[in-house]
């Protein structure tokens, strides 16, 4: 019988139980020999749960265990997070998490730990929940250069804006829908302000480039100053608007990383994804655009990504999985300066001032001095010299890329 155990009892953590609990049939057919969860790490009192003699308060007890092969990371943070899965790889026990603050920051030396040990550091769970998108890009996609990453990457943002797109809430009353509907935190920061996404976009970044994009260097910026009259714009110009989390490849290696939100035109299928779903759109030089969709959290989505991190690492105890990215000396992340974009400007001014300083594709006629203006494509530092030029003759309220 082979011994795992589990590091956190949350939502995740629990539904990593449960699905070892609920499919033990199926997980011994899949790696030959039943699996049991030996040990649950977590300091409150869960005594009363049927598997309540499982818990420790102590993590030396799975550390120094020798039948305890494979752990479960699902506590989250980058504190004890981050010792207990240094600690668990050095002791030689492979680590497999849904964190994904620890993965996008500390990710390049705990994968160097765990090749140095002979161990694996697994952590599909850690973009898009139960979407299946870090094993096909390493497994399946493997033959591919990328070119470019584009994805809706948060549920509880893309669930804020289908709100606001097809019910006409603000977005302050999504938001308290949200947590109502347990979609959002009570400190919700993270999603909303794009960190989350962030995070994600950099794992992917690293995955798809070789080295580390850190994620305190990339560009971040969140939906709470998205109104329902650039919602509604948005829908003039045939577009909705969504948060993405993107990178693109540029011809001398470096790259693109930054999340913000987007009109989308709504031929694309991103435009489609709606609610708690998640949508990645990957493009290999080989196949070309691929998507992957599906709910990006959900305790029993996740926690079979991290359960399937787990029988991947029991089947391959002799030989690890060959996963790894530098620690950011090659500065591939490029300033956003000089990528290119359409863009969406609402601005309340004169319209002799938006076409001197705007290549403009479309113009509104103005509803009470407020101008909507699409214009042709020009470079991020373009855009922002053009938006101090018009701040000073006017108000830009808002300026969103177009895709």
């Given at each position: 019988?082979?011994?795992?155990?589990?590091?956190?009892?949350?939502?995740?953590?629990?539904?990593?139980?449960?699905?070892f609990d609920?499919?033990?049939?199926?997980?011994?057919?899949?790696?030959?020999?039943p699996?049991?969860?030996?040990?649950?790490?977590?300091?409150?009192?869960?005594?009363?749960?049927?598997?309540?003699?499982?818990?420790?308060?102590?993590?030396?007890?799975?550390?120094?265990?020798?039948?305890?092969?494979?752990?479960?990371?699902?506590?989250?943070?980058?504190?004890?997070?981050?010792?207990?899965?240094?600690?668990?790889?050095?002791?030689?026990?492979?680590?497999?998490?849904?964190?994904?603050e620890?993965?996008?920051?500390?990710?390049?030396e705990?994968?160097?730990?765990?090749?140095?040990?002979?161990?694996?550091?697994?952590?599909?769970?850690?973009?898009?929940?139960?979407?299946?998108?870090?094993?096909?890009?390493?497994?399946?996609?493997?033959?591919?250069?990328?070119?470019?990453?584009?994805?809706?990457?948060?549920?509880?943002?893309?669930?804020?804006?289908?709100?606001?797109?097809?019910?006409?809430?603000t977005?302050?009353?999504?938001?308290?829908?949200?947590?109502?509907?347990?979609?959002a935190?009570?400190?919700?920061?993270?999603?909303?302000?794009?960190?989350?996404?962030?995070?994600?976009?950099?794992?992917?970044?690293?995955?798809?480039?070789?080295?580390?994009?850190?994620?305190?260097?990339?560009?971040?910026?969140?939906?709470?100053?998205?109104?329902?009259?650039?919602?509604?714009?948005?829908?003039?110009?045939?577009?909705?608007?969504?948060?993405?989390?993107?990178?693109?490849?540029?011809?001398?290696?470096?790259?693109?990383?930054?999340?913000?939100?987007?009109?989308?035109?709504?031929?694309?299928?991103?435009?489609?994804?709606?609610?708690?779903?998640?949508?990645?759109?990957?493009?290999?030089?080989?196949?070309?655009?691929?998507?992957?969709?599906?709910?990006?959290?959900?305790?029993?989505?996740?926690?079979?990504a991290?359960v399937?991190?787990?029988?991947?690492?029991?089947?391959?105890?002799?030989k690890?999985?060959?996963?790894?990215?530098?620690?950011?000396?090659?500065?591939?992340?490029?300033?956003?300066?000089?990528?290119?974009?359409?863009?969406?400007?609402?601005?309340?001014?004169?319209?002799?001032?938006?076409?001197?300083?705007?290549?403009?594709?479309?113009?509104?006629?103005?509803?009470?001095?407020?101008?909507?203006?699409?214009?042709?494509?020009?470079?991020?530092?373009?855009?922002?010299?053009?938006?101090?030029?018009?701040?000073?003759?006017?108000?830009?309220?808002?300026?969103?890329?177009?895709?």
């Amino acid at each position: 019988m082979i011994k795992v155990a589990i590091m956190g009892h949350g939502t995740v953590g629990s539904g990593v139980y449960e699905v070892f609990d609920m499919n033990a049939d199926k997980i011994a057919k899949t790696v030959g020999e039943p699996v049991e969860v030996k040990y649950v790490l977590d300091l409150r009192d869960f005594s009363s749960l049927p598997y309540g003699n499982k818990f420790v308060t102590d993590f030396s007890v799975i550390e120094n265990d020798p039948e305890v092969t494979v752990v479960a990371e699902v506590m989250g943070g980058v504190g004890a997070a981050y010792q207990f899965t240094k600690r668990c790889l050095e002791a030689g026990k492979s680590v497999c998490t849904s964190n994904k603050e620890l993965v996008a920051t500390k990710g390049e030396e705990l994968l160097k730990i765990a090749e140095e040990h002979g161990v694996n550091y697994m952590f599909e769970a850690s973009v898009g929940g139960g979407i299946p998108v870090i094993r096909p890009m390493l497994q399946c996609l493997a033959a591919n250069e990328f070119n470019e990453i584009c994805g809706i990457l948060n549920g509880t943002t893309n669930y804020i804006l289908t709100q606001m797109i097809h019910n006409g809430v603000t977005f302050a009353d999504a938001l308290k829908q949200a947590q109502l509907n347990g979609y959002a935190e009570k400190d919700p920061t993270a999603d909303i302000e794009g960190h989350d996404a962030c995070r994600k976009i950099c794992i992917l970044s690293d995955l798809a480039y070789g080295d580390k994009f850190d994620p305190d260097q990339v560009s971040c910026e969140g939906i709470t100053k998205i109104t329902l009259e650039d919602v509604a714009n948005a829908d003039k110009l045939g577009c909705v608007i969504k948060l993405l989390g993107r990178s693109v490849r540029c011809e001398n290696g470096t790259a693109y990383a930054y999340v913000a939100p987007h009109l989308i035109h709504k031929e694309s299928p991103l435009a489609a994804v709606e609610d708690v779903f998640n949508a990645i759109m990957i493009d290999g030089n080989a196949t070309g655009e691929v998507m992957f969709y599906g709910k990006g959290a959900g305790k029993l989505a996740t926690a079979s990504a991290v359960v399937a991190d787990m029988l991947d690492s029991i089947e391959h105890k002799d030989k690890r999985r060959r996963i790894f990215w530098g620690d950011g000396s090659k500065h591939l992340l490029r300033p956003l300066d000089t990528l290119q974009s359409a863009w969406y400007v609402r601005f309340k001014g004169a319209q002799k001032d938006v076409e001197e300083l705007l290549p403009v594709e479309s113009l509104t006629e103005p509803a009470e001095g407020v101008f909507v203006v699409q214009t042709r494509k020009l470079s991020t530092a373009e855009m922002n010299a053009a938006a101090e030029k018009l701040n000073a003759r006017g108000e830009v309220r808002a300026a969103m890329r177009i895709l």
